[in-house]
């Protein structure tokens, strides 16, 4: 009797298989709850602000948390053609503008010492630079605006920028510092044999290699000294140089029985700010991120 062996033939693999899909996990409903808050405390304000600008004194006496009804648009364009509003602007571009240039010109050279070059007291130079990230412009108003006064810059916005350029400078070589030391070694020195000095290095090599960190302390300069009221308060006086949150409370003052029209002079002066940062939100991101990393 004859036994015959049947094999069995090879399993073909399905083209596709089948997985099991990963259900995202949303978390807990209170995390949205909390989160919806906070949004909601955080724009309600802005949202009273940009919507009071196109209402009337008597719309807002009556329902102050109501829609505007009708809409009245006169009180943005009455500040859009005043001159106060426009000075102002200007004041605070300039000196935001010096600022950011004053801060990420000495702070990108300062942190590029520190950075790449041993020398007796470096420990000590970047100690005092972390120390000024714990004294704000408070604690040293009243001293400040002495040495402003006695080197006659009060009623100037050479007296506001200089002092913004020395509090933005803490912030610009901590977050520069890890940025230029992971900078190779070796360009330093192919760069030299290639004939490159130091300053030909910095400015082609470094700088180039340093932008991202640059642009981070650039933008945070900028809305700082954008931002700034208490120095412009103590330096300024008159009206023609005003920065714009000095104009802010200059126009309040003004026309404090025209409600309306304040918001609608608050709105236009968040505008550029709030422009400015939404467009280099993810750069200061990054920057921060690669300074960390560093």
């Known amino acids: 009797m004859s036994t015959s062996t049947v094999s069995a033939a090879p399993r073909q693999a399905a083209p596709y298989e089948l997985r099991p899909t990963r259900k995202l996990a949303w978390g807990s409903p209170v995390t949205y709850l909390v989160a919806v808050v906070l949004i909601g405390a955080c724009l309600g304000p802005v949202a009273y602000i940009v919507l009071g600008g196109f209402r009337t004194n008597s719309?807002?006496?009556?329902?102050?948390?109501?829609?505007p009804s009708p809409w009245v648009v006169s009180n943005y364009t009455d500040v859009l053609a005043s001159s106060d509003f426009w000075v102002a602007m200007g004041n605070s571009t300039i000196s935001a503008v010096a600022t950011t240039v004053g801060a990420?010109?000495?702070?990108?050279?300062?942190?590029?010492?520190?950075?790449?070059?041993?020398?007796?007291?470096k420990g000590a130079m970047y100690s005092l630079f972390a120390a000024g990230l714990m004294f704000p412009m408070?604690?040293?108003?009243?001293?400040?605006?002495?040495?402003?006064?006695?080197?006659?810059l009060t009623n100037s916005l050479a007296g506001v920028v200089l002092p913004q350029i020395a509090f933005a400078l803490p912030v610009t070589v901590i977050i520069l510092v890890p940025f230029l030391r992971a900078i190779p070694a070796e360009l330093e020195e192919a760069a030299s044999i290639d004939g490159a000095s130091r300053l030909g290095f910095f400015w082609r090599m470094v700088v180039p290699l340093s932008m991202p960190g640059v642009i981070t302390v650039g933008i945070l300069a900028f809305i700082n000294a954008w931002n700034n009221y208490m120095l412009p308060l103590f330096i300024l006086s008159d009206p023609g140089t005003f920065t714009l949150p000095l104009g802010v409370a200059n126009f309040a003052s003004q026309y404090s029985v025209d409600t309306a029209r304040v918001l609608a002079f608050t709105s236009l002066s968040m505008v550029p700010a709030l422009i400015f940062f939404s467009l280099f939100e993810k750069r200061i991101v990054g920057g921060l991120t690669g300074a960390i990393k560093g």
């Open 138 to 152: 408070t604690v040293a108003i009243t001293p400040l605006y002495l040495m402003v006064r006695t080197l006659g």
């Open 104 to 121: 990420v010109v000495l702070g990108v050279m300062a942190s590029f010492v520190i950075a790449r070059y041993d020398f007796v007291g």
């Open 59 to 67: 719309q807002i006496t009556e329902d102050p948390a109501g829609l």
